[in-house]
T-cell receptor, first 108, second 121 residues
Framework: EIVLTQSPGTLSLSPGESATLSCRASQSARIGDLAWYQQRPGQAPRLLIYGTSRRATGIPDRFSGTVSGTDFTLTISRLEPEDFAVYYC?????????FGQGTKLEIK | EVQLVESGGGLVQPGGSLRLSCAASGFSFSNYYMHWARQAPGKGLEWVSHINTVGSATTYADSVRGRFIISRDNAADTLYLEMSSLRAEDTAVYYCVREPTGTGMYFFDYWGQGTLITVSS
């Protein structure tokens, strides 16, 4: 079973700064199988990135996804107030869909 | 506009049963895989179950296998989750989720707003 480990657990930054969120898969994953979601308080998750690096419809280019081996990264540049939320990575493998435990991006 | 509207949540006693529904609109429901995911209060996301386009194939998380049954009615554009032998640890917001088919990738592009299930005596 694939385990996704996100780091850090909490990231404290200021608007205008850049955020780097990590998601490490416990097994080698096929490129294209990782997605990222944003969840604001009291809201349902929203798709940001799919296929590791493809932005979902309507997602600004400040959001980008990359991978190196089993280490996936979500980068958010020029943080806006509405970007402060919880972010989850997500992958499919072994007939199961797995989420990371989440990274909370909070205002410093 | 794609809409997924869950219903059927509420308070249920341990060992009890509940049926969730998800009414889909704004897209061709029968062309998409559908899922249920959940989120316990203050916790992260957990995938629960998946069903293929025609309802002939289903998968479940280990935590619910044998207790939950996912189904769909494509004529009514509705997804269901039949939950039995409920436990306190099943307390969560349950989300109806859409997965695009035919992309070769696995992701959820639309989520409902969720319905809260509380398992407590």
């Amino acid at each position: 079973e694939i385990v996704l480990t996100q780091s850090p657990g909490t990231l404290s930054l200021s608007p205008g700064e850049s955020a780097t969120l990590s998601c490490r898969a416990s097994q080698s994953a096929r490129i294209g199988d990782l997605a990222w979601y944003q969840q604001r308080p009291g809201q349902a998750p929203r798709l940001l990135i799919y296929g590791t690096s493809r932005r979902a419809t309507g997602i600004p280019d400040r959001f980008s996804g990359t991978v190196s081996g089993t280490d996936f990264t979500l980068t958010i540049s020029r943080l806006e107030p509405e970007d402060f939320a919880v972010y989850y990575c997500h992958q499919y493998g072994d007939s199961k869909y797995t989420f990371g435990q989440g990274t909370k991006l909070e205002i410093k | 506009e794609v809409q997924l509207v869950e219903s059927g949540g509420g308070l249920v006693q341990p060992g009890g049963s509940l049926r969730l529904s998800c009414a889909a609109s704004g897209f061709s429901f029968s062309n998409y895989y559908m899922h249920w995911a959940r989120q316990a209060p203050g916790k992260g996301l957990e995938w629960v179950s998946h069903i293929n386009t025609v309802g002939s194939a289903t998968t479940y998380a280990d935590s619910v296998r044998g207790r939950f049954i996912i189904s769909r009615d494509n004529a009514a554009d509705t997804l269901y989750l039949e939950m039995s032998s409920l436990r306190a640890e099943d307390t969560a917001v349950y989300y109806c989720v859409r997965e695009p088919t035919g992309t070769g990738m696995y992701f959820f592009d639309y989520w409902g707003q969720g319905t809260l299930i509380t398992v407590s005596s």
